[in-house]
């Protein structure tokens, strides 16, 4: 509610109390240090998506769609058998980039654009961090929307892809079990090999 940017102490210290090492499993559950805790924003509304999925299958549902806002749920086989149209929000404004006809599916947005906040400095910072600095994580990539066949999947790979930038779009690009649609920062389209993108004129 109070965004502020962190002193180096205060980031250096909580860069101390990150690593997967440090997480103890086992049967009766997880264990973490007092200092620590486990933020589960790059995957909790696609975990979400995907347990609604599996409710909506043992419920016999036909066919249904559950936003998330940056996460969504395509379900089912809608009547007559079409596909489902989204579209992608242009995250430079209130347009779109463009419209997707896809089979159902699990589809997931990351980007810097509407969760951020303004420092006194007048730069923008986004709720995304990295974890290599502890700071708001920057991007040559403006968006990036990911459909796959999971909710936890698509929902980790847009943070993913949108962190890494374009040094290692062309790899996700042509990948065999998810397809994406991501702008940079000039503006330029990429679009996954196969997937039904038109973008907006």
């Known amino acids: ?48 998506l995907d347990q609604t999925a599996q409710q909506w299958q043992d419920a016999g549902i036909a066919w249904g769609i559950l936003s998330l ?25 209130t347009g779109i980039l463009g419209t997707v006809t896809t089979p159902a599916c699990f589809m997931s947005t990351s980007g810097g ?3 951020y906040f303004i420092a006194d400095d007048g730069k923008q910072y986004c709720d995304i ?6 700071m708001p994580a920057e991007s040559d990539l403006t968006t990036v929307t990911v459909f796959c066949d999971s909710g936890l999947q698509s929902d980790f790979l847009s943070t993913l892809i949108w962190l890494e930038g ?28 196969g997937l039904h993108f038109t973008p907006n004129a």
């Open 1 to 48: 509610e109070h965004p502020r940017i962190p002193t180096d102490a205060d980031r250096l210290a909580a860069l101390e109390t990150l690593g997967d090492d440090r997480i103890r499993l086992d049967r009766s559950g997880i264990t973490l240090p007092a200092d620590m805790q486990l933020d589960l924003g790059a995957v909790a509304k696609g975990y979400a």
């Open 69 to 93: 806002r940056s996460s969504v749920l395509l379900y089912g086989s809608k009547p007559g058998g079409e596909d489902f149209t989204v579209q992608i929000q242009d995250p430079n404004g």
């Open 113 to 115: 654009y509407e969760r």
């Open 129 to 134: 961090l990295d974890p290599k600095t502890g």
């Open 166 to 193: 374009t040094e290692h779009l062309e790899e996700h690009l042509h990948a065999e079990d998810y397809q994406i649609v991501a702008q940079d920062q000039s503006g330029k389209l990429y679009v996954s090999d």
